[in-house]
């Protein structure tokens, strides 16, 4: 249906989102108004508010590219960014990891989206690496991360979930929630873990609590700031 609408040039947006609606609800069900929790019933705002008491506000999405300014709010032009705005902050790959790195040992997770259908992506083993063959360690850098992402040897293939940290070998681990086929192959399905290498070279996106962006943040927030989290996969 969408594709329709673009080939026509057919954009009458309250028309277009009510069909868009009525197949959604045709093929899953509506969502429902009311539910059931814990012998309470709740709105999904009302459950959003206080039971998980999550405020959509308090998360930004960061990112790490040499196309736009470091420091400022950009449009991250990604496959699921369906909102087509300039709400990612770009940091140095430095601050980008750090953060990430940072949140997850200090009790946070964070959400990842990025490339998962490399070579040293191994769903038999549980494992992400960076294989020596592609490049050394020490060679990972801004320069390196921005040639894969521009040349498309980076993509943005699958959203996954940061939930844990160990160094270990001298090493950074990261352990990730992943729904992905491939996350089901070893011993413990739907876990894997990721060497920090991974992430600094092949992971495009991460969405992080504010608290975490302690002297990162522009003094003005993002242009159009509407009060939603940013959108992904």
């Not at 991360?145 to 070998?169: K, M, P, Q, W, Y």
């Not at 192959?185 to 495009?204: E, I, N, Q």
Request: charged share 25%; proline share 7%.
């Amino acid at each position: 249906y969408l594709d329709w609408v673009k080939e026509r040039g057919y954009w009458e947006e309250e028309k277009v989102l009510a069909y868009v609606r009525s197949i959604l609800d045709s093929h899953l069900g509506a969502p429902p108004e009311r539910f059931e929790f814990e012998g309470r019933s709740y709105t999904p705002p009302e459950f959003l508010a206080q039971v998980l008491q999550v405020d959509p506000e308090d998360y930004v999405d960061i990112v790490s590219t040499m196309k736009e300014p470091f420091g400022g709010w950009i449009l991250y032009d990604f496959p699921d960014d369906w909102r087509r705005a300039s709400f990612c902050l770009n940091l140095p790959l430095a601050d980008f990891y750090r953060v990430i790195a940072e949140a997850v040992q200090a009790g946070y997770t964070v959400s990842l989206g990025g490339d998962t259908s490399e070579p040293g992506h191994d769903g038999g083993e549980g494992a992400a690496v960076i294989p020596s063959w592609d490049i050394p360690s020490d060679y990972i850098d801004q320069a390196s991360r921005e040639l894969r992402i521009a040349s498309g040897a980076t993509g943005d293939d699958h959203g996954i979930h940061a939930l844990g940290f160990l160094r270990h070998g001298g090493r950074d681990w990261f352990l990730i929630k992943d729904s992905g086929s491939s996350a089901q192959l070893d011993a413990s399905p739907g876990y894997t873990f990721y060497d920090g290498d991974y992430l600094r070279l092949k992971m495009l996106s991460a969405l992080v609590h504010r608290d975490r962006l302690a002297g990162l943040l522009p003094a003005e927030p993002p242009p159009g700031a509407d009060g939603e989290a940013a959108a992904g996969e």
